[in-house]
C-alpha cells in the first residue's frame, strides 16, 4: 500500500483555532471560531448552505486571511504548509497531463522530475488513474477529476487533509472510491477534516463532527455522541433533515 | 492613358511575379535581406520575451504600490510609434549621446535594441491578460501546494505556453514589419543594416512598385512560414485543451 | 519542451556577429543622390581602388547634417549650399569640397495645362503655375529640393505659395512626392536624377529645365574630428582625393540613364 503519511515521527498538529475570524470587505462572513485538530481519524465539518464550512476549512488551510484572533499550528507555519494539503469542492485541473499532475507536488518539493513522475505514476495506477496517465487532466471526468485531487494531495504524505465536499457532484460508485481511498489515507495516518451535505457519508466516516451554523461553531463533539444525542435544537432538525435557520 | 485599376492590378501581378523570381533564383542580396530581418527580430522576441513574459507573470501575482500604474503604462506603451522609439534609441546611442562610446548606431544590434523596447510592452501586455486568467484559475491549488512565487510565475508561464506563444508571435510580427525605428537607427546601410521593411520603403521611394510589392510578398510568405513552423513545433493545432 | 529549445538554438545562431569590416566609413547622402544609381557605380569602385567600405545612410539633407553635427557619420554628400555653409560656421565641419552638379526640372502632366514648356525661365515658368492654380506638389520636408523650390517660388514674387490651394506639400521623400504627384496627375520639381529613375510616371512628364538657376551643386563635407575624434580623418581624406579624382571624374561624366548625362564633374583639384 502506498505510503499516505510521509513523516509520522513529528506532526504539525494539533491546529488550534482562537477566536479566528474570517471577514471580506470588513464584513465577518464566518467567526470568532475556537477550536482544535488533534489526533487521529476524520472530522465531518456538517451545516446548511452558507453557514460558513468552506469558510472554516479555508482558514484553517491558509487560504482565507485571519482578521481577528489566531490559527496555528504545531510547527513553524512555514513548515506546516508544505505538510498540509486541499481538494478543492470544483477541482482545479492544471493543463498537464495527469501524471505530471499528480507528480506536481513532488516536484514543487524539489524531487527530480523523473523520480517524481514514476511515483506518481504508481499513485495514479493505485487511485484507478492508470489508463489516463498521457490523458491532459482537465478532459478528465467529474469523478477522475476528483480522484485525481485526491492523489495529488495525498502524494507528498501530508499529516492533515482538507476536503471540500469532494463527493458534491459524483454518483454513488464514485463517492465510494473515493470514500475508500480516504479511508486508507486515514489509516496510513492522515488526519482529516471533510466538509459534506451527504448524512450518509457523515455517518460512514466521522469519528468526531463539527457543526457550523451563521459562521460559527455551532456544536462539536465525538460523532457518535452529535449523531445519536444532538445537543441542540438546530443540530437535531439539521441531522433530521428539516430546514434549519 | 488612363489606366487607374488596370495598370495597378498589373503592378500586383508583377508584384508577385517578383516575389518569385526573387525566391526561385535565391538571389544572394535577397538573402542576406531576410537573414538579417529574421535575425533582428527573432533576437528581439527572444530577449522581449525573456523579460516580458516573466514580467507578466510577476505583475499578476504580486500586488504593490503601483502594480496599477505599471499595468496602465504598459498597455499605453503597446500603441507606441516605432518612429518615437527609433528617435530615443537613435539619441541614446548617437556618438553625441550617452552610450555613443559603444558604437552601437547603424548595426544590427541598435535594430535589435530598437525592437525590444517596441515589442516588449507587447509582449508583456498579452502575457500579463494570459496569465491573469490562468492564475484565476490556478491560484487556490498553487497557494494550497505551498509554491514558492518563483515556483508560481514558473507553472503559469509554463501551462500557460502556447496562448505565451500567441504573444510571442503577435511580437515576431510587429517587429518583423516595422519600418520607423530600424529605419533610423540602422540607416538602411547596403549589406550592413538593410532589412525588407526598409528595402521596401526604399524600392517604393523609388517608384518601384513591382519590386517593392515583391519584396512585400516575400516579407508575407516569411511571417506566414515562421508562424507555421512554430505552430507545427509546438503542436497548436493538434492539443485540443491548452 | 523540444519547441522551446529549438526556438533558442534558432536565436543563438542569430545572434553570432556578422564579420567586421576593416576599413569602412560612414557618408550621409541625401536621397536624391541615392535615387539617381550613381553610387552604385562608385562605392564598387571606391571599394577596389581603396580597398574602403563606404557605408551610405540615405537620409534628407536636414537628417544627414543632424547626423554629422553629432558625429554619427564620418563625412556628409549634401546639396543645400546655405545649410552647408551654416555647418561649416558652427564648425561641425572641416570644409567644404564641391565635386558635382545636377540639375533640378519641372515636371508635369503630359498635356501642360499651365503650358510651362515654352517658358523663357523658371522663374516664369512658376509663374504660369500659379496663374493657372494647376496644382503643385511640393516635397515640404525642408530638404535640399525643398530648400531650393521655396527660393525659386520667392525669386518668382510668390513666396506665400504655400497658403493656395492648389499648393499641396507632401511632406515626405523625394519619391513619395514623385508617387504623390503622379496620383494627382500634377506639377513638381525634382532633381533630375530621382526623375529619370522614377519608375511610376504614369502621366507625368519632363516639361522645363536647363535655366542655370536650377543647377544644383554637390559637396562633399568631413566631420569636423576637433568635435568627434573618433571619426577616420584619415579614410575620409582618401575618399575625398577620390572623389576629386579623375576615376571619379570618367565615372561622373560618363554616367547614364535612358542615354541622359545625369552629372556634371566640377571638383578643383
Ligand atoms: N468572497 C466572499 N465575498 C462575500 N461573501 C462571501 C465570500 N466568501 C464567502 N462569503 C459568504 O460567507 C458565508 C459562508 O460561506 P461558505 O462558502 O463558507 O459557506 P458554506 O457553508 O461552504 O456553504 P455551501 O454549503 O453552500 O458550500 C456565505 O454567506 C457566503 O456568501
Ligand atoms: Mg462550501
New binding site residues.
Given amino acids: 500500500m502506498l505510503q499516505t503519511r510521509l513523516a509520522p515521527a513529528d506532526s504539525i498538529l494539533p491546529l488550534t483555532l482562537t477566536g479566528a475570524v474570517a471577514k471580506?470587505?470588513g464584513k465577518t462572513?464566518?467567526g470568532p471560531i475556537d477550536l482544535q485538530v488533534t489526533g487521529h481519524g476524520t472530522t465531518i465539518v456538517l451545516?446548511?448552505?452558507?453557514?460558513?464550512?468552506?469558510?472554516?476549512l479555508r482558514l484553517m488551510h491558509g487560504l482565507q486571511r485571519v482578521r481577528k484572533g489566531s490559527v496555528t499550528w504545531a510547527l513553524p507555519d512555514t513548515q506546516a504548509r508544505l505538510r498540509q494539503s486541499y481538494v478543492f469542492?470544483s477541482p482545479i485541473m492544471m493543463r498537464r497531463r495527469v501524471a505530471d499532475s499528480i507528480a506536481y507536488p513532488l516536484i514543487l518539493r524539489g524531487m527530480p522530475r523523473k523520480q517524481a513522475r514514476a511515483k506518481a505514476i504508481e499513485w495514479a495506477q493505485e487511485f484507478g488513474l492508470g489508463a489516463a496517465l498521457d490523458r491532459p487532466a482537465p478532459v478528465l471526468s467529474g469523478g477522475e477529476k476528483q480522484k485525481l485531487s485526491l492523489a495529488r494531495a495525498l502524494i507528498s504524505g501530508p499529516d492533515i487533509l482538507f476536503l471540500d465536499?469532494p463527493c458534491a457532484n459524483l454518483d454513488g460508485r464514485a463517492t465510494r472510491e473515493i470514500e475508500t481511498l480516504l479511508a486508507r489515507a486515514q489509516a496510513g495516518g492522515t488526519r482529516i477534516v471533510m466538509?459534506t451535505?451527504d448524512m450518509g457519508q457523515a455517518r460512514r466516516l466521522a469519528s468526531e463532527v463539527v457543526f457550523?451554523l451563521g459562521?460559527k461553531v455551532h456544536e462539536t463533539g465525538p460523532a457518535q455522541d452529535f449523531f445519536n444525542g444532538p445537543k441542540t435544537p438546530q443540530a437535531v432538525a439539521f441531522i433530521n433533515g428539516d430546514i434549519v435557520e | 492613358m488612363k489606366c487607374w485599376g488596370f495598370c495597378r492590378m498589373n503592378e500586383i501581378t508583377q508584384g508577385l511575379y517578383e516575389a518569385a523570381r526573387l525566391i526561385f533564383s535565391l538571389d544572394s542580396d535577397l538573402l542576406e535581406i531576410v537573414g538579417l530581418s529574421l535575425r533582428v527580430t527573432l533576437t528581439a522576441v527572444v530577449i522581449a520575451s525573456a523579460i516580458g513574459l516573466p514580467l507578466g507573470a510577476w505583475l499578476v501575482i504580486n500586488r504593490f504600490r503601483f502594480r496599477r500604474a505599471t499595468i496602465a503604462v504598459m498597455n499605453a506603451l503597446m500603441g507606441l510609434p516605432p518612429v518615437v522609439v527609433g528617435l530615443l534609441v537613435y539619441m541614446l546611442l548617437s556618438r553625441s549621446g550617452p552610450f555613443g562610446v559603444l558604437d552601437l548606431l547603424f548595426t544590427p544590434t541598435a535594430m535589435i535594441i530598437a525592437q525590444v523596447i517596441i515589442i516588449l510592452p507587447l509582449i508583456a501586455s498579452i502575457s500579463h491578460q494570459t496569465i491573469r486568467d490562468l492564475w484565476a484559475e490556478y491560484h487556490d491549488l498553487l497557494i494550497s501546494l505551498g509554491a514558492s512565487r518563483r515556483q508560481r510565475i514558473m507553472a503559469l508561464l509554463w501551462d500557460g505556453r502556447r496562448a505565451l506563444l500567441t504573444a510571442m508571435l503577435a511580437g515576431f510580427g510587429r517587429g518583423i514589419g516595422e519600418v520607423g525605428a530600424i529605419m533610423i537607427v540602422g540607416g538602411n546601410i547596403d549589406h550592413s543594416t538593410r532589412v525588407l521593411t526598409t528595402a521596401i520603403s526604399l524600392e517604393t521611394g523609388k517608384g518601384n512598385f513591382a519590386f517593392a510589392m515583391g519584396l512585400g510578398f516575400v516579407l508575407i510568405g516569411l511571417a506566414v512560414a515562421v508562424n507555421l513552423l512554430i505552430h507545427t513545433l509546438s503542436r497548436t493545432e493538434r492539443a485540443s485543451v491548452w | 519542451m523540444n519547441w522551446k529549445s529549438c526556438l533558442l538554438a534558432l536565436a543563438a545562431s542569430f545572434t553570432l556577429a556578422l564579420p567586421v569590416f576593416a576599413k569602412d566609413i560612414k557618408l550621409a547622402v541625401t536621397t536624391s543622390f541615392h535615387n539617381s544609381g550613381l553610387s552604385d557605380v562608385l562605392l564598387p569602385a571606391i571599394k577596389e581602388d581603396l580597398d574602403l567600405t563606404v557605408k551610405l545612410l540615405v537620409v534628407g539633407t536636414g537628417q544627414a547634417l543632424r547626423l554629422g553635427q553629432a558625429g554619427d557619420v564620418d563625412a556628409i554628400l549634401v546639396h543645400s549650399r546655405q545649410a552647408e555653409e551654416a555647418f561649416l560656421a558652427a564648425g561641425y565641419g572641416t570644409h567644404r569640397r564641391e565635386i558635382m552638379y545636377n540639375d533640378f526640372v519641372l515636371i508635369g502632366p503630359k498635356d501642360d495645362p499651365a503650358g510651362i514648356q515654352h517658358a523663357a525661365n523658371a522663374t516664369e515658368a512658376l509663374q504660369k503655375i500659379a496663374q493657372s492654380k494647376q496644382k503643385f506638389v511640393s516635397r515640404g520636408d525642408d530638404s535640399g529640393t525643398h530648400k531650393k523650390e521655396r527660393a525659386l517660388w520667392k525669386a518668382a514674387d510668390l513666396a506665400d505659395v504655400s497658403g493656395q490651394s492648389w499648393y499641396r506639400a507632401a511632406g515626405a521623400g523625394m519619391g513619395a512626392t514623385l508617387n504623390t504627384a503622379s496620383g494627382m496627375n500634377a506639377y513638381v520639381m525634382a532633381d533630375r536624377a530621382s526623375w529619370l529613375n522614377f519608375g511610376n510616371k504614369g502621366d507625368l512628364a519632363l516639361l522645363f529645365a536647363g535655366d542655370p538657376v536650377l543647377f544644383n551643386q554637390y559637396a562633399f563635407i568631413p566631420v569636423n574630428p576637433e568635435l568627434h575624434p573618433h571619426v577616420k580623418t584619415a579614410l575620409v581624406e582618401k575618399l575625398e582625393n577620390w572623389l576629386t579624382g579623375a576615376h571619379a571624374e570618367q565615372l561622373i561624366s560618363s554616367y547614364k540613364i535612358n542615354g541622359e548625362l545625369l552629372f556634371t564633374f566640377n571638383a578643383k583639384p
Fill in positions: 471580506v470587505y462572513i464566518a451545516g446548511p448552505n452558507g453557514s460558513g464550512k468552506t469558510t472554516l469542492q465536499e466538509s451535505h457550523m459562521g
